[in-house]
């Protein structure tokens, strides 16, 4: 037996896929806290859960002509708004690496005009982070820096969950083992 409120949502779309504001209007009040609330589950925080819904129904309406099968526009949707959010954490995520790259650049500036950073352990850490392979330093950055949890980074890095525990656990493990080498050299 099919769920009435996917009929009427059905329903809605079709309206809606041919030219009835109205019907949108109605889909959009249906849907558009529950799209919030899948936005919020990726990016956990609500203001830019609201954005990301808002830019979801924007790549929503554009190509709800296209849509073959109205009666999953819910599926559809969330879909919709889980890429959005995924792409927006990306884009973010991008935009950290950058301004990491550019802290870096700071931190070795300083360096070079003789700060000595031998004593300090931050320092160390993030030259030893450096050694690491870019997928294990990639890791450690979303789970300690960012806090993702591992379904999370799962997610963002499309991987399986058992692959981020497997890689957070090298990067550990090699992270030890560059640290107790660095601390026999002084």
């Not at 309206?15 to 109605?26: C, E, R, T, V």
């Not at 392979?133 to 820096?145: D, E, H, K, V």
């Amino acid at each position: 037996m099919t769920n009435p409120h996917k009929i009427f949502d059905g329903l809605l779309v079709m309206q809606g896929q041919n030219g009835n504001k109205k019907a949108i209007s109605l889909l959009v009040k249906r849907w558009h806290k529950k799209l919030c609330k899948q936005a919020f589950w990726y990016t956990k925080d609500m203001d830019l859960a609201k954005d990301v819904a808002q830019d979801s129904w924007g790549v929503i309406l554009k190509n709800l002509k296209s849509l073959k099968d109205p009666n999953s526009f819910g599926s559809w949707a969330l879909t919709i708004t889980t890429r959005v959010a995924i792409d927006g954490l990306r884009k973010s995520k991008k935009e950290r690496d950058h301004l990491k790259t550019q802290y870096d650049t700071l931190g070795e500036t300083t360096h070079s005009i003789g700060i000595d950073d031998t004593d300090d352990p931050i320092m160390s850490l993030r030259k030893a982070i450096k050694e690491l392979p870019q997928n294990q330093q990639i890791i450690l950055n979303l789970f300690y820096l960012e806090e993702f949890s591992i379904q999370k980074i799962s997610d963002i890095l499309e991987i399986a969950p058992g692959t981020v525990k497997s890689r957070l656990f090298t990067a550990r493990e090699k992270l030890k083992t560059i640290l107790k080498n660095r601390n026999y050299e002084k």
